[in-house]
């Protein structure tokens, strides 16, 4: 099972940034999938969340309006786009997957840095 975070880096405020999640090892459409994030010195935190089957999505107040996540059965793939980035969103971003059906099943992502600073 892996899932493979891309697209972090830096950017200035104001800017936006696309990131993706490459899924393999299970059955990516039975899986609700999520991003998480963790700044420096900070409890993780769920970003947005995309459920399968619905396609129904939350985000973190903090991110509503900013960001958008949706997702690629056909690719396996699960996005976050990112606009109007601040300098508190910086934290490196993991992507998460949950088994609809089975909760205890879940998987992480190791990361991918995200630096908004001018």
């Known amino acids: 099972v892996q899932l493979v975070e891309s697209g972090g880096g830096l950017v200035q405020p104001g800017g936006s940034l696309r990131l993706s999640c490459k899924a393999s090892?299970?059955?990516?459409?039975?899986?609700?999938m999520s991003w998480y994030r963790q700044a420096p010195g900070k409890e993780r935190e769920l970003v947005a969340r995309v459920l399968t089957y619905s396609g129904s999505t939350n985000y973190a107040d903090s991110v509503k309006g900013r960001f958008t996540i949706s997702r690629d059965n056909a690719k396996n793939t699960v996005f976050l786009q990112m606009n109007n980035l601040k300098p508190e969103d910086t934290a490196v971003y993991y992507c998460?997957?949950?088994?609809?059906?089975?909760?205890?099943?879940?998987?992480w992502g190791k990361g991918t840095l995200v630096t908004v600073s001018s």
């Open positions: 998460h997957a949950r088994d609809r059906f089975q909760s205890a099943i879940i998987y």
């Open positions: 090892g299970f059955t990516f459409s039975r899986y609700d």
